[in-house]
């Protein structure tokens, strides 16, 4: 995912649970969606998911999680 598409999701996020986003938000959830291979699209499947059914913050091993069952077999790390 790209720096504008991981803002993106996190102003998503946001939405939902009112978190601040810095740089160091950034960084991390950038990391995330690049060691587990994110799409921009399933990211933010995976939050609006995970918000139809949770009142905790998300953080970036539920989006992990989530893609994974979405992929089902398909899944590669």
Partial sequence: MTHDEIVTLLQVVTRYDGRDIDESSI?????????????????????????????RWIMPGHVSQLIRRARGANWQE
């Fill in 27 to 55: 960084m991390v959830w950038t990391e995330a969606a690049r060691r587990r291979n994110w799409s921009f699209d399933e990211a933010v499947n995976a939050v609006h998911e995970h918000y139809a059914d949770q009142t």
